[in-house]
């Protein structure tokens, strides 16, 4: 409670002072008292956060603490048991043409990377744009081949998603997401399945999605892509949200214990 | 036996009449099988019932009850086709259960990913079925809708015992003419083992042509 307390006191902090990075721009997603359980199990608890267009937000938390619900909640892969998920000013839609409409403008790159494995690479970035946004073919792919030249596999366009090392196939994924003009990305641990030295290329694109002003909630224990790309660090435990902070400050001075506990645990690996 | 070898061709055109039905027959149940699966995975629940109740019931009846009731009943109830139809339409609703249950395991095959990364495009429930799950679940489903058909080959069999004249049908006759039943049952037997062969050789091919692309 105590801590929930300073959580808002920051965010207001953040919103209108930060150091220079925090964005101005209007609220482009808000997440208000959200709460998920799965039988028993608490998997959120009155989760509050609001993400600005253009802001980039890392979640960070021990495993279990809710940080892939939180995500899959916001474009309803997972559907919430109590509180409101505002996106770019409407309710989530409950269901239907408006549901796939609203997930057409969220991207999202999942820890195991989901290309459909029967298409190859080009065709796994083609075929959002063509089949849900009805883009014209030609066009869709002339830009799907700009984005794959983006995340750099573009010479990888006519192979199959099994032929692919996990770096490339997950910057794929990054293409694919992109290709449908996302207003939002959603990362859920984008690297934690791959070998470090793919860490980085992911890593790379992402930062520079970040610079060319995506808004994104990311969630990530690189610290390294936290430092340089995050306007804000959200620290969860338990299915809550127990601290907010800019990506400095959190990561030399967290203010609480289980952060603290949490950050020595990753910082020894 | 040196009877029964001048009605070869007769035999030949009863195996023709058992392939005719036996591709109409699983055509039909693989359209309806597949439409039942889909009613069976897609979010309306009534869909799900109907689905459910059709496979439920047209699986615990045996399925020479079931072509006696639908041959002898229908002209009852007022409809009249032929026997050949009657059969075929039978066999085609009657293993239509059989290849729901092939594409409900082949759909279970593909990772939950798969369906979850065409929602998060924004794909309709119809369009991530038709265009990122069913494609793939067919794949790995060439060998049990292989066994179905199999399965449909041999069965329509039982076609004889309703007066159509397929293979079965026609050695039953010959056997009758003659009174050569190990013969003329042999022939059957080896026409059977003819398709099923082909079938499952076939099958085989398309597996793993399937296979090479992924
Ligand atoms: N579909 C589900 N059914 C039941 N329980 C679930 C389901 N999905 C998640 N959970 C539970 O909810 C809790 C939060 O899970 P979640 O995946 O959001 O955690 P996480 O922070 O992403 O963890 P990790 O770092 O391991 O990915 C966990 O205890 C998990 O076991
Ligand atoms: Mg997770």
């Not at chain 2, 009852?76 to 259960?97: M, Q």
């Amino acid at each position: 409670m105590v801590d929930d307390a300073g959580t808002t006191a920051d965010r207001t902090a953040d919103d209108t002072a930060g150091n220079g990075t925090v964005p101005s721009g209007r609220v482009l997603l808000s997440i208000e008292s959200v709460s998920k359980r799965f039988g028993d199990l608490v998997a959120l608890s009155e989760v509050d956060l609001d993400v600005h267009e253009g802001e980039v937000v890392v979640v960070l938390g021990a495993s279990g603490s809710g940080k892939s619900t939180l995500c899959r909640c916001v474009n309803r892969l997972e559907t919430v048991d109590s509180g409101r998920i505002v996106f770019d000013g409407r309710d989530l839609p409950q269901e239907g043409a408006a549901l796939a409409a609203l997930r057409a403008d969220v991207g999202m790159v999942f820890q195991s990377f989901n290309l459909f494995a029967h298409k190859t690479v080009l065709e796994n970035v083609v075929l959002g744009p063509t089949r849900v946004r009805k883009v014209p073919r030609a066009e869709a792919v002339e830009e799907a081949r700009a984005l794959l030249d983006r995340v750099g596999v573009r010479d990888k366009e006519s192979r199959y998603p099994a032929e692919l090392s996990g770096g490339q196939q997950q910057r794929v994924a990054i293409a694919r997401a992109l290709a449908m003009h996302p207003k939002l990305m959603l990362f859920d641990e984008p690297t934690s399945a791959l070998d470090p030295e793919m860490i980085r290329e992911v890593l790379d694109v992402m930062v520079g999605l970040a610079r060319d002003g995506m808004t994104m909630v990311a969630v990530t224990h690189e610290m390294g892509f936290a430092r340089r790309a995050a306007d804000r660090v959200v620290f969860m435990d338990h299915g809550r949200i127990v601290e907010t902070g800019e990506p400095d400050a959190f990561f030399t001075a967290p203010r609480t214990e289980r952060a603290r506990d949490f950050l020595s645990t990753i910082l020894r690996h | 036996m040196h009877e029964v070898v001048h009605h070869l061709g007769y035999l030949a055109a009863g195996l023709g009449t058992t392939l005719e039905l036996s591709l109409l027959g699983f055509a039909g149940a693989f359209v309806l099988g597949t439409l039942l699966t889909v009613m069976r995975v897609c979010p309306i629940v009534p869909l799900r019932v109907v689905g459910t109740l059709y496979v439920e019931v047209f699986r615990n009846v045996p399925l020479l009850a079931f072509l006696v009731l639908f041959v002898f009943g229908l002209p009852d109830a007022g409809i009249t086709c032929s026997l050949f139809t009657s059969e075929a339409v039978c066999l085609a609703l009657y293993f239509a259960t059989y290849v729901c249950e092939a594409v409900r395991a082949g759909i279970n095959a593909v990772p939950v990913g798969q369906a979850e990364a065409a929602r998060a495009i924004g794909m309709t429930f119809g369009q991530s079925l038709g265009t990122v799950i069913l494609p793939q679940a067919f794949r790995t489903m060439v060998q049990p809708l292989a066994n179905v058909f199999i399965g449909v080959v041999l069965s329509s069999s039982l076609g004889a015992a309703v007066g159509v004249s397929e293979l079965i049908g026609r050695t039953q006759w010959l056997d009758l003419q003659y009174d050569e039943p190990v013969p003329t049952f042999l022939l059957a037997a080896a026409g059977y083992v003819l398709v099923t062969l082909a079938v499952a050789l076939l099958a085989g091919r398309v597996q793993k042509r399937m296979a090479v692309r992924r």
